[in-house]
């Protein structure tokens, strides 16, 4: 499985399901349609700090949903 089937199911699940949970993570529940604003969001925020296809990044994150 390559990532970009990864992104197509996370798409369609958002679509099909935005209601479903899709992060739980103790006592914060994070629905498939929340979850695809914020990735958008940051996607986003990515572009407009000029980072394009292809471009290189490194995520460092502590295990929560922040």
Not at 37 to 65: F, I, P, S
């Amino acid at each position: 499985m390559d990532f970009g089937y990864f992104i197509r199911r996370f798409d369609w699940g958002c679509h099909v399901d935005p209601d479903r949970e899709a992060v739980v993570f103790q006592d914060e529940r994070l629905t498939y349609g929340r979850l695809h604003e914020r990735t958008y969001r940051l996607a986003n925020a990515l572009e407009g700090l000029g980072l394009k296809k292809g471009d290189r990044a490194a995520v460092l994150m502590r295990n929560c949903t922040e």
